[in-house]
């Protein structure tokens, strides 16, 4: 049965963005990336490569304030401020359909005396030919510190074949069909 | 029949017999249970995971990041705190927390604290999820609370979204729950704590597993998972999708059911940040009324002697696609009411009241497990 699976991570410690390799596309996304940078950053997706175009939308909302948003934009912001910060999101991530995604932040200066700030983000990509495989946190300058990891899941596994020699016949009782098995991963109909 | 194994490298069997002896595998390269302590025997005030099966002495595999489900059946009405790696001491003031309750627009928070104030005056049952980057630097924790606050479905129940840290750099190892009320944490209380390095080996067994799954061929109301296996914790995640075809979405509802049942449900939510709604003695949980598509994802617990809790968040609900319309968002707290029973079915239905139904390629999943 289907399970979530680790995709993909990424780490970086100098420069202003962090991207996954691209991974094996799931239906299901669970993103995660801890960070320090100087500033605050934003995120893009993509298929095989990021797209930078103006194909998002979001909406955020810091500390239980008013919630804010923002059309036809190049990015989402799902971070806060520019202090050490972990962000998780979860995607739906359907090939011909917009990923729409939910976004949490924790960010807070070092030490137990600063009070940590929270953000909770929906967002959407608009593309509707492919599912995400590539994920792209970026305008972060400069990051000191970073480690991304993307999780999935959906019905799609990998095929364990059975364990027999080249030639194993199979007589399907039911269809009169004869197969015989290639060794490795075929039955071919005689 | 079963298939038979002749010499000569024959095999006789039926053609579903031929197909099922290619199987799928799926790598266990994500979260594992790494530590767990039920309470037993008696109320307590402290519920300290050091390992597997309500282990005393030793502490967990560290890993990268943690979920933890914590369900808290409470004896008494208590503040509940987290701590970790034995930082508990009343003067060392590394924990930090931001808390908002019920959506308040005003958050609850605290700095230089002893703990993560992880529920306000708990009582009768909770639920608890937190996920926790545990890496090389201080901690972060993310975390949602379902507070069932009384009995039956008159009454919804409160939510919690909050984060905290604990300003330590090493990974934690054992955690801690602390009651402010003595033996405040009835037996049957659970906490489980799940690890997935950033590099999880493929060994072992995920925690999460599917199931129950729906998918949509054709356009319809309904997606449910049949009956599922019953499992004490329940991760749902749903598409909703409109008819991308037409270039337009519809209204469509999201109501969702367990075992067929069509009453005892309670929830609170909240759309955009707006005050809370709250539903009691309803047909389903959520029911948020809106356009397509929509994703949710929703945690529960689910014993079949306590209320089954679920917290959730939404987003979606367009009236038309493309990045010049922005997406909503809901968040909400539910109860099925039922003390009797574990879910062994999960449904979300579309009334026959809305002008949408799902879409082709609509689908429902549940991972779960005990």
């Known amino acids: 049965m289907a399970t979530w699976v680790k995709l993909a991570t990424a780490t970086a410690s100098s420069g202003d963005s962090i991207t996954s390799p691209v991974f094996t596309a799931k239906k299901h996304l669970k993103i995660m990336l801890e960070i320090d940078a100087s500033t605050d950053g934003k995120w893009r997706f993509g298929n095989a490569t990021i797209d930078t175009g103006s194909n998002y939308a979001q909406a955020d909302t810091a500390n239980g304030g008013t919630r804010v948003g923002g059309v036809n934009r190049s990015n989402i912001e799902c971070s806060y401020g520019s202090t050490p910060q972990f962000i998780k999101m979860e995607i739906g991530n359907i090939a011909n359909r917009e990923k729409l995604g939910i976004g949490e932040v924790v960010s807070a200066a070092t030490g137990g005396g600063n009070t940590p700030n929270r953000k909770e983000s929906n967002f959407k990509w608009v593309n ?20 991304l990891t993307v999780w999935g899941s959906d019905d799609v596994g990998t095929d ?11 007589e399907e009782s039911d269809t009169g069909k004869i197969y015989m098995f290639d060794g490795t991963s075929a039955w071919n109909e005689m | 029949m079963a298939v038979k194994y002749l010499a000569g490298d024959r095999i006789i069997g039926t053609a579903a017999e031929r197909a099922a002896l290619t199987t799928t595998a799926f790598p266990n390269t ?100 937190c996920d926790i980057r545990n890496g090389t630097r201080e901690k972060f924790v993310i975390y949602h609370t379902n507070e069932q606050g009384a009995t039956g479905s008159g009454t919804a129940p409160d939510r919690e979204e909050a984060v905290g840290k604990w300003a330590n750099t090493n990974q934690i190892t054992t955690l801690q729950f602390k009651g402010a009320t003595a033996n405040c944490f009835s037996v049957g209380a659970e906490v489980v704590v799940l690890g997935c390095d950033d590099d999880e080996a493929d060994s072992g067994t995920n925690f999460w597993q599917e199931i129950g799954t729906d998918e949509l061929t054709s ?27 037409s270039g337009t979405s519809a209204n469509c509802d999201f109501n969702m059911t367990f075992n067929d049942s069509t009453s005892g449900y309670a929830t609170k939510s909240s759309q955009n940040g707006g005050a809370d709604g709250i539903g009691t003695n309803t047909a389903f949980i959520n029911g948020w009324i809106g356009y397509q598509d929509r994703f949710n994802n929703t945690f529960m617990i689910n014993v079949a002697s306590k209320e089954k809790l679920a917290y959730g968040q939404e987003t979606g609900g367009i009236t038309a696609y493309g990045a010049g319309t922005g997406s909503n968002t809901d968040e909400w707290v539910g109860k099925w009411a039922n003390t009797s029973d574990s879910i062994t079915k999960v449904t979300v239905t579309n009334s026959s009241a809305r002008s949408g139904a799902y879409g082709v390629g609509s689908n429902l999943k549940v991972w779960g497990s005990n």
């Open chain 1, 128 to 147: 509707t030919s492919n599912q995400i495989n590539i994920v792209q946190s970026y305008g972060w300058n400069t990051i000191s510190y970073a480690i």
């Open chain 1, 160 to 170: 364990v074949y059975p364990n027999f020699s080249n030639g194993t016949i199979f």
């Open chain 2, 30 to 129: 994500s979260w594992k249970e790494i530590g767990r302590f039920t309470v037993s025997g008696s109320a307590t005030d402290t519920i300290e995971v050091k390992g597997l099966s309500s282990a005393t002495s030793g502490t967990m595999t560290a890993k990268d990041n943690i979920m933890v489900l914590c369900h808290l059946p409470m004896a008494t009405l208590a503040n509940v705190y987290l701590t970790f790696n034995g930082d508990d001491a009343g003067s060392n003031a590394n924990y930090g927390y931001r808390r908002s309750t019920n959506g308040n627009t005003t958050d609850s928070s605290d700095n230089s604290q002893d703990g993560i104030n992880i529920g306000n005056a708990l009582a009768l049952d909770n639920l608890v999820v």
């Open chain 2, 219 to 245: 356009q319809g109301d309904v997606l449910t998972t049949g009956t599922i296996a019953a499992k004490k914790y329940l991760w749902i995640q749903t598409h909703h999708l409109g008819d991308i075809t």
